[in-house]
Structures are given as C-alpha cells and as structure tokens.
C-alpha cells in the first residue's frame, strides 16, 4: 500500500505563508497528474490544485493565484505554497494522485488560519 506522508501545515496568522510538502512511497512520476485536496470540517474534501508531469497547472478559484503547485519528480515530491493565506483556508490538506485512483488517503496536514 502506497504511503503518503503530508508535511508542512501549521498555525499561521491570516496573510502568512506555508509551504506544503507530500512525498509518497511510489514515485509520482509514473503518474501524470498530482494533486492538492483539502477538507475543511463539516465540508466534502475539495480539489485545490493539481499538476501534470508537463507541468500544466490547474487551480481553484479559491486559491488561483495564491497557491503555486509544483512537483519534484527527482525527489519524488509534490509542494503547494501558500501564500496570502485566509480564514477560510483552514482545513487539512492532502496529496493524491488526480483523479484518485488506487492510493488511500494519507494523514494529511492541518493548515490553520486565524484572523
């Protein structure tokens, strides 16, 4: 069973910075698109951004131009920068492959926001 291992989340006043890191055990590069979910309690967890090995990049309005993707296909990992954070991007943050296929989901990282 793949693991994924999500890393990076925090405690952060709104307007901050975080950087998410998941590096799975089975090389991402085999599959041609990763990506961000998240899931804020009392919510469907959401697809936030997702990238291809091209490096074709795909947002959520929510986060469109505050939360680059991008993957390290050498050091088998997949990062999200948050910047500008807000309020409402509090939740816990996940990696997966997209769309989901095989692999469970992992723990994931909680990325808290206070005003």
């Known amino acids: 069973q793949v693991q994924l291992v999500e890393s990076g989340g925090g405690l952060v006043q709104a307007g901050g910075s975080l950087r998410l890191s998941c590096a799975p055990s089975e090389s991402i590069r085999i599959y041609n698109a990763m990506g961000w979910y998240r899931q804020a309690p009392g919510k469907q967890r959401e697809l936030v951004a997702s990238i291809t090995n091209g490096g074709r990049t795909n947002y959520a309005d929510s986060v469109k131009g505050r939360f680059p993707i991008s993957r390290d296909n050498a050091k088998n990992t997949l990062y999200l920068q948050m910047n500008s954070l807000k309020p409402e991007d509090t939740a816990v943050y996940y990696c997966?492959?997209?769309?989901?296929?095989?692999?469970?989901w992992g723990q994931g990282t909680q990325v808290t926001v206070s005003s």
């Open positions: 997966n492959t997209h769309p989901v296929v095989s692999w469970a």
